[in-house]
């Protein structure tokens, strides 16, 4: 699949940009070919992973349909430290709008909040995850969470998969010649599979 790496600004977020008043901020994107007039006839149901972080938030898009799932887009928001916490947010918040604008998901997923002994940077990750509910929700998207264990399930099949062996899994799943990059970007792909196979019932959260 011919795909091409792109960075801001770009017509996709560039009112996102418009909003930033200090700067510092950077979306990195990995976008495929456009869908086919066949493929768009099919109306599959498009699902947007994010994996939520101050510093840097990963984004993937899928379509299910059918039982088959293709993929579509991944990228990563990224903040940079000496911006204020409150600007970073209003980026995350507003980078999430244009995302959903843009390629016009039906549904949402990412990971519960989980609580390490870094209380810090949990609660950092905590304020993302705030913003980018009230994005979705304002939008309308259905969210729909689930615990890294039913992530590690839903994507590989055994929920103690290490890391890497997701990651694998989701290039696998997607036809990529390579593990989605960055990191976040991959667990937010991971997410949305996740989604995906679970079906219209949600996973009870454990």
């Known amino acids: 699949m011919m795909t091409f790496r792109t960075s801001i ?3 996709v977020f560039r009112k996102a940009l418009k909003a930033n008043r200090s700067g510092g901020f950077e979306i990195k994107g990995l976008l495929a070919k456009a869908e086919t007039e066949k493929q768009r006839s099919l109306s599959p149901l498009r699902i947007i992973g994010i994996d939520p972080g101050l510093a840097s938030t990963g984004w993937g898009l899928v379509d299910a349909s059918g039982g088959r799932i293709r993929y579509v887009a991944h990228g ?3 903040t940079k430290a000496d911006v204020s916490r409150a600007d970073r947010l209003l ?4 980078s999430v709008q244009s995302l959903v604008r843009e390629w016009k ?4 997923a990412m990971e519960t909040l989980y609580f390490g002994r870094n209380v810090s940077s949990a609660m950092a990750v905590a304020e993302a995850r705030g913003v980018i509910i009230i994005a979705l929700a304002g939008a309308g998207l259905e ?3 689930f615990t890294p264990n039913q992530i590690k399930n839903g994507v590989v099949g055994v929920s103690r998969a ?3 062996q997701v990651q694998e899994m989701v290039r696998i799943i997607l036809g990529l010649k390579e593990i989605p990059k960055p990191d976040h970007a991959s667990d937010a792909l991971g ?3 996740c989604a995906a196979h679970a079906g219209e019932t949600p996973l009870k959260q454990r």
């Open 9 to 11: 600004p770009t017509s």
């Open 76 to 78: 990563c928001i990224e």
């Open 91 to 94: 980026f995350i918040y507003r």
């Open 105 to 108: 998901p039906l549904e949402s």
């Open 143 to 145: 969210i729909r969470e």
């Open 162 to 164: 290490d890391k890497r």
């Open 191 to 193: 997410a949305a599979i």
